[in-house]
Every structure is written in C-alpha cells, then in structure tokens.
C-alpha cells in the first residue's frame, strides 16, 4: 500500500456513506494520532485500538444526528500524497471553511490541528482536512 492515510480516510468515508455505526480500520501510530483527534473535535462518536497481531487495528465508532441520517463528517479530504506534498509555515497555515473545519498537520511536535500548530509557531505537512 503506497499511501496508508488515504486509505484510513477512504474507509471511513465509505462507512459514512454506506450509513455503519462501526468501521474497523489496520492501525499504525499515524492513524491513531488522526484518530484522536477526531475524537476530541466531535467528528467521531468513540474509537478503541484493538492489539491483534503484529499491526493491531482501530474500531472507530461513527457519530450521526438523532435520525441517523446526517453524519457529523460532511468531507474528508487528503492533501498531502506521496507524489506530492504539501508543507506549510505556521504563518501561512491552511482555513478551512473560514475556521469551521479542521486541517490535520504532521509537526515536528507531533500530530495536531491547523489551530494548535499556528498557535504553537510550528509548521508542517498538511494531511487532510475535515469538515
């Protein structure tokens, strides 16, 4: 698999799609820190890491309005591909949706949104947006 981030996002952009409660995801560190952050700006439900063999995987519990039918993720969007990267400053850091969305960057501090990374002065490589 050439680009593991794209797939996370394709799978759970199926499962929204396909209206399932649950989607079982392989797990690595980078998607776990993706889906943390999901987790703590509303756009997922819960999550829960299963260790099974050598790579384990993540259970992520999908969040939908009282009648089941609106999804709290609209789009998921990857940005920076392995044929192409994208990197930006801290000055120059992505808005999505006028600051109603959220960019997901790779830091040298770790993984954090577009507004953590600007208030913490650090750059880094745009991974996707969500909205």
Known sequence: MTDP??????????????KHRVV??????????????????G??????FVEDGPQGTIKV???????GR??????????STPGLRK???YREMPRVINGLGIA????????MTDKEAA??????EVLCYVY
């Open 104 to 111: 997901i960057v790779s830091t040298s501090k770790g993984v």
């Open 43 to 48: 756009y997922i439900l819960n999550y829960k």
């Open 87 to 89: 990197y930006t400053g």
């Open 61 to 67: 519990a999908l969040k939908y309005d009282v009648t």
């Open 24 to 41: 079982e995801i392989p797990a690595s560190n980078l998607k776990k820190e993706i889906t943390k952050i999901l987790f703590e700006k």
């Open 70 to 79: 609106s999804n709290a993720i609209k789009k998921l969007i990857r940005v």
């Open 119 to 124: 208030a913490a002065k650090i750059g880094g």
């Open 5 to 18: 981030i794209a797939d996370y996002l394709t799978r759970l952009r199926n499962a929204i799609q396909a």
